[in-house]
């Protein structure tokens, strides 16, 4: 089965724009066409981010409920280690979400980051690819 990383930006988008590409590759990953690997650094810092007043107003989500949806994905994720191994980029954050996908040795590393992780286009036999390019992988597959 294909094994991805889902960057925040990813997540977050799809929860708040259904009808867009996030929101197609987590309605993709409902119906079980991939594994989705993640860490604990992760989540901590998407839980910050849907607890940011405008996201939380959005999603409709006060602390429990926003905390119930970081639990909901941590169950239905694979967790995997959360020590920073890589070291490629100025952004902290990006370099937590590649070495989630190198300790979980997924294909794909999914992200809107156009600035620093898009143009590594492969780093460490992980692919570093956008939603769009994600969806039409996932489709052609089916």
Not at 69 to 80: A, K, P
Not at 113 to 138: A, N
Request: one cysteine or more; charged letters at 25%.
């Amino acid at each position: 089965m294909t094994s991805v990383v889902l960057d925040i930006n990813v997540f977050i988008s799809g929860l708040l724009i259904r009808n867009g590409l996030p929101g197609r590759i987590l309605d993709l990953w409902r119906q079980n066409l991939f594994d989705v690997f993640i860490s604990e650094k992760i989540l901590a810092r998407m839980s910050q981010v849907l607890n940011y007043p405008k996201i939380s107003k959005a999603l409709d989500l006060d602390e429990a409920r926003a905390l119930d949806l970081i639990n909901d994905i941590r169950t239905s994720c694979n967790l995997v280690s959360s020590e920073v191994i890589a070291d490629v980029s100025s952004d902290p954050e990006d370099n937590t979400i590649l070495s989630c996908a190198i300790h979980a040795n997924v294909q794909f590393l999914v992200t809107g980051d156009k600035k620093h992780l898009l143009p590594l286009k492969k780093h460490k036999g992980v692919r570093i690819i956008t939603p769009r390019d994600f969806v039409t992988t996932v489709e052609d597959k089916r």
